[in-house]
Antibody, heavy 120, light 113 residues
Framework: QVQLVESGGGVVQPGRSLRLSCAAS????????MHWVRQAPGKGLEWVAG????????FYADSLKGRFTISRDNSKNTLYLQMNSLRAEDTAIYYC??????????????WGQGTTVIVS | QSVLTQPPSVSAAPGQKVTISCSGS????????VSWYQQLPGTAPKLLIY???KRPSGIPDRFSGSKSGTSATLGITGLQTGDEADYYC??????????????FGGGTKLTVL
């Protein structure tokens, strides 16, 4: 079945870095755009970053640009989020989500269970 | 502050109908498809509606979506207690710079009284 499994979350000190991974299975990973979305405790969904099916274009939330980097390895069916200079306000559940199509402008039809990042 | 505006909460009795609005602008809802997501307590979001008004396989026809101009609406009929959840609209904002970005509404908490 179609599945996304995030990993790499944990407790990290302010200013440090963390890399999240999202392992995809059950679909042709290299054919779909992907996103990272986060949710702070008790808050709504916040889009973080998106990447095209082939990694040729990447998009970021303005507030995160320069600190976070999205990437993918289609040979490993894995999506990544490199997070640098972490701040307390980055504390959240981080979800990876599959786009319905190869580009990022369409809805997210499959979501992972999320990985928790706590900056403290 | 979310670029897409949703009411913080709505409520209705079991069996009744409810609508949730999502207001945006010409660069987002006005230019792109809208999706709706349901998030049950303690779980990941789930796609309910895509391309403004289409339902993924397995989503009952009690859920419907529509879009007009820069606003979109989610409708739920025959409310059930299991529908109690947070609902989010989402779309793409086609900014001229940087290729655009994804956006969500602030979310609406549905209470089935």
């Amino acid at each position: 079945q179609v599945q996304l499994v995030e990993s790499g979350g944990g407790v990290v000190q302010p200013g440090r870095s963390l890399r999240l991974s999202c392992a995809a299975s059950g679909f042709t990973f290299s054919s779909y755009g992907m996103h990272w979305v986060r949710q702070a405790p008790g808050k709504g969904l916040e889009w973080v970053a998106g990447i095209l099916y082939d990694g040729s274009n990447k998009f970021y939330a303005d507030s995160l640009k320069g600190r976070f980097t999205i990437s993918r390895d289609n040979s490993k069916n894995t999506l990544y989020l490199q997070m640098n200079s972490l701040r307390a306000e980055d504390t959240a559940i981080y979800y990876c989500a599959k786009c319905r199509r190869e580009i990022t402008q369409y809805g997210m039809d499959v979501w992972g269970q999320g990985t928790t990042v706590i900056v403290s | 502050q979310s670029v897409l505006t949703q009411p913080p909460s709505v409520s209705a009795a079991p069996g009744q109908k409810v609508t949730i609005s999502c207001s945006g602008s010409s660069s987002n809802i006005g230019s792109n498809y809208v999706s709706w997501y349901q998030q049950l307590p303690g779980t990941a979001p789930k796609l309910l509606i895509y391309d403004n008004n289409k339902r993924p396989s397995g989503i009952p026809d009690r859920f419907s979506g529509s879009k007009s101009g820069t606003s979109a609406t989610l409708g739920i009929t025959g409310l059930q207690t299991g529908d109690e959840a947070d609902y989010y609209c989402g779309t793409w904002d086609s900014s001229l710079s940087a290729g655009g970005w994804g956006i969500f509404g602030g979310g609406t908490k549905l209470t089935v009284l």
